[in-house]
């Protein structure tokens, strides 16, 4: 019962506080990667390897130490709470739902950019209302179901392992020619710890869908197109997502100048900007799902 306590608190810590606009520990990290990158990197998968070990461990550990004590619950709290990017990607969801909304595609592009990593500079509206929806499904596994989920599986060391594992990716998981060795091992580890959250994350999505057809639609598209993403965990959550809400997501998009193709997620009309919210809407209810799911089992374990 005390870690569903603590998720119930985290989460409400993150809608009443959003995400510290100073001194946030990930963008120390992140920093600290920057840093690493400078003095260690190497075309080589070994050397990536032992960099992301190096950087990952001494901190879980470190974790780990802090919430042995008997009043550790408060560091696990504290966590989870930072761990958590609910609030912070709604706020930029919505924003760039406003700038839509009031026809201001110049700020819509100036925002979507901070979600995504294609070149954003001279989308068109389509274009910044799949990338937002797409972000948002993605990222509501990332920032929000993952790490709710190691943390029930492994208390603050689980969610901390997770959060760094994940800004790793996110820093040196590029299958370019810079990254495609020195970051195999952060995006490999990435893929390993994403993948049953990232399923359980698509099939919360598929059953908030809200009816039967709406689920019916996200586990055919989850079957059908989430296994030919070129992410194994993206593909599901964002197929699953998409099935749910009814719109089309995938398709072209350029990335470093290059146009790059990518597989059709989804079924229905292209998603607009009202279709953000409607994304948003559906992580909510995915994650009452959980909630619940959660809620019966502390009690299981107390009876």
């Not at 690493?36 to 461990?57: F, K, M, Q, S």
């Not at 009043?71 to 504290?78: H, I, M």
């Amino acid at each position: 019962m005390l870690t569903f306590t603590l998720i119930l608190a985290a989460l409400l810590l993150d809608r009443l506080l959003g995400e510290p606009r100073r001194w946030h520990p990930l963008v120390g990290f992140g920093a600290l990667i920057d840093a690493a990158e400078r003095r260690g990197y190497a075309d080589d998968r070994r050397r990536g390897a032992w960099l992301v070990a190096g950087l990952v461990i001494p901190l879980v550990l470190f974790s780990a130490w802090l919430a042995a004590p008997a009043w550790g619950w408060a560091v696990e709290l504290l966590l989870l709470y930072l761990a958590i990017g609910w609030r912070s990607l709604a706020e930029h969801g919505r924003g760039i739902g406003a700038a839509l909304v009031q026809g201001d595609l110049p700020q819509a592009r100036q925002r979507v950019a901070f979600l995504v990593s294609r070149d954003t500079q001279d989308i068109d509206e389509q274009e910044i209302s799949k990338a937002t929806v797409e972000s948002v499904l993605e990222n509501g596994n990332d920032a929000v179901f993952a790490p709710i989920f190691w943390f029930v599986v492994a208390g603050a060391p689980g969610v901390v392992a997770y959060r760094l594992v994940n800004t790793l990716d996110a820093m040196w998981g590029y299958r370019n020619d810079r990254y495609r060795h020195f970051g195999w091992a952060a995006a490999r580890l990435d893929d390993v710890l994403n993948w049953i959250p990232a399923r359980l994350t698509a099939l919360a999505y598929a059953l908030a869908a809200g009816g039967l057809e709406g689920t019916r639609r996200a586990f055919r598209c989850w079957r059908r197109q989430g296994t030919v993403w070129k992410s194994p965990n993206a593909g599901p959550v964002m197929a699953a997502g998409a099935g749910a809400l009814g719109v089309r997501l995938g398709g072209a998009a350029i990335y470093h100048g290059r146009s790059e193709a990518r597989p059709d997620l989804g079924e229905g009309s292209d998603a607009r900007g009202v279709d953000i919210d409607r994304a948003l809407d559906l992580m909510r209810r995915a994650m009452g799902i959980w909630l619940a799911v959660l809620g019966i089992g502390a009690l299981i374990v107390m009876m």
